[in-house]
């Protein structure tokens, strides 16, 4: 079945350290998305690549980094400068050149202590 | 600044209730608005409208674009405990989706 899987659901790391989520897809999508959604904030766009090679910052890329070296994967990683990083982070995937609804992952929990 | 502004935050009601949830948008670069059902973990999309005044409908829930008045509501009737979850509206602005903050509805039996 084709899908977005974010993997790990859980993570757990200390101030300081950095941290890759992992997102994958076979939908065979050009675009990918990361988004962080806190209680009460709705989702906001961290960054977002619609080709490989590239992607662009969001509203709050401050604090993380992403790569684009294939289509079917776009990691993100969580540095020490993001000062508020425990959050719901959700990765989602859509085709380009037209108006696609995008799929969603079932994201990743990010607590950092 | 490109803002997506859902009413209200939250809501409870009983089961056989019928509900609005409202969605209001800016009109730079406006393509479409879309509807998603969160519940636990990955939102599911509900809808996409593109055209005033035409509306979609899936069973118990339906939805309507008004472009004069830059919103949305979505509409679901005769409520079940199932359909509490929070209500996503985003608006798709050239590449990517600006989503608002959902409006959580809880349907209490």
């Known amino acids: 079945d084709g899908g977005i899987t974010q993997s790990p659901k859980y993570l757990f790391r200390k101030e300081g350290q950095n941290v890759t989520l992992s997102c994958e897809q076979n939908l065979n999508h050009d675009a990918m998305y990361w988004y962080r959604q806190d209680p009460g904030q709705g989702l906001r766009l961290i960054y977002y690549?619609?080709?490989?090679?590239?992607?662009q910052k969001g509203d709050i890329a401050e604090g993380y980094s992403v790569s684009r070296e294939k289509k079917e994967s776009f990691p993100l990683t969580v540095t020490s400068a993001q000062k508020n990083p425990t959050a719901f982070y959700l990765c989602?995937?859509?085709?380009?050149?037209?108006?696609?609804?995008?799929?969603f992952g079932n994201g990743t929990r990010l607590t950092v202590t | 600044e490109d803002k997506v502004v859902q009413s209200p935050l939250s809501l409870v009601v009983h089961e056989g209730d019928t509900v609005t949830l409202n969605c209001s948008y800016e009109v730079t670069n406006f393509r479409s608005l879309l509807w998603y059902k969160q519940e636990k973990k990955a939102p599911t999309f509900l809808f996409m409208l593109?055209?005033?005044?035409i509306e979609k409908k899936s069973g118990r829930l339906s939805s309507i674009l008004d472009k004069k008045e830059l919103s949305s509501i979505l509409n679901i009737t005769a409520t079940q405990t199932g359909d509490s979850a929070i209500y996503l509206c985003a608006r798709r602005s050239q590449g990517n989706l600006i989503f608002g903050k959902g409006t959580k509805l809880s349907v209490k039996p």
């Open positions: 593109t055209s005033s005044g």
């Open positions: 989602a995937s859509t085709r380009t050149g037209g108006d696609s609804p995008l799929h």
């Open positions: 690549s619609q080709i490989v090679n590239d992607f």
